[in-house]
């Protein structure tokens, strides 16, 4: 059988790490991208991949069932994708159901996978992503012959990463670290290397965490703020100055790429972010500062953020209180 490899993506960073990938990989590919949102950064993601074969499939969200909607993207995939055999399967979501299908109908391919954000440098997470999935995909994995997290770790044969080695958790086998973001040099600008304050948003499922998230978007003055995704309530801001940066475009972009863009063009940006992943792959680059609002958010990839020097801000106050302290902290 000829050599054929399916790179199954889900974000706007494994669109990127992909492109890493496609320059290893020396037989056909497929990249089939099922987003995790609909969202207008997939759409532009995924026109960067630089192979011909690839194919979006949009999310058709239900309601009540992220399982449903998951299971329901397998039959939205084309059916000749469905029915080729592949030899290679590569993804950063192992545990996607259509992902998982693949792998029930490929049994001899090899698997390998990517990064999939802070799932691969906390131990804790990983470990409870990997053995707590609930019954219900379980079960529909069962159901159409899909292949359960567990036995899909076990058939790793290689991991891909864009950190150090030393911080990667989780995998029995040999792990290979891509260069993502180490081309970026700074170039000569007449702007004087002007100081860009820029605060990426977040999304938590305690609401008590949430609220003193949105006050501190709204309450303290920075030149670019970037809400989640998929935050439906808080507005992205851009300061005027901005806007003159050619293809500076935060709709589209990722906010790695927004920042590399900005040291880029002679700007030095200070970014504040709660726990995110985009902090960690711009600690390299730039000044970035974690905003803690809860003591158990310090542990995830606790390691990895102190050997990065990357500065931890501790917020458990509330209400007004949180906010003057905020405001004394970064203003």
């Known amino acids: 059988m000829t050599e054929k490899a399916l790179i199954f993506c889900r974000t706007p960073l494994q669109a990127l790490i992909i492109n890493c990938l496609l320059q290893l990989i020396n037989y ?12 207008i950064k997939h759409n532009y993601y995924f026109e960067k991949i630089k192979t011909t074969q690839k194919y979006f499939v949009a999310r058709q969200q239900w309601r009540f069932s992220d399982t449903l909607t998951d299971a329901i993207a397998w039959w939205r995939i084309p059916l000749t994708i469905r029915q080729t055999k592949f030899s290679h399967l590569l993804a950063a979501s192992i545990g996607s ?5 693949f792998a029930g109908r490929n049994k001899d391919a090899k698997i390998y996978t990517f990064d999939d954000g802070s799932f691969n440098v906390s131990l804790s997470t990983f470990s409870n992503w990997i053995n707590s999935e609930p019954v219900t995909r379980r ?36 792990i290979e670290e891509l260069n993502l973001f180490d081309d970026v040099s700074k170039q000569k600008s007449t702007r004087k290397n002007k100081s860009v304050r820029i605060l990426l948003g977040s999304l938590f499922s305690d609401s008590d965490i949430q609220s003193r998230h949105d006050k501190i978007l709204q309450s303290v003055k920075f030149d670019l703020i970037l809400p989640h995704p998929s935050d439906k309530h808080n507005l992205p801001v851009v300061a005027d100055f901005l806007d003159s940066i050619e293809g500076f475009d935060p709709a589209k972009m990722i906010a790695e790429d927004l920042v590399l863009l900005l040291i880029s063009t002679g700007f030095v940006p200070v970014t504040y972010g709660f726990n995110s992943t985009a902090l960690i792959n711009l600690a390299r680059h730039s000044r970035v500062i974690s905003i803690i609002l809860d003591p158990k ?13 990357i500065r931890r801000m501790f917020c458990y106050a509330k209400n007004e209180k949180l906010k003057r302290m905020i405001t004394r902290q970064i203003a």
């Open 139 to 174: 079960l529909v994995k069962i159901l159409f012959g899909g292949c359960n997290n567990i036995d899909m770790l076990d058939k790793v044969a290689r991991h891909y990463t864009i950190y150090e080695n030393k911080f990667v958790v989780g995998f029995k086998c040999p």
């Open 97 to 101: 159901i259509p992902f998982s299908f």
């Open 28 to 39: 056909e590919v497929v990249v089939l991208y099922c987003p995790v949102s609909n969202n």
């Open 297 to 309: 958010y310090n542990t995830i990839a606790s390691r990895m953020m102190s050997d990065l020097n």
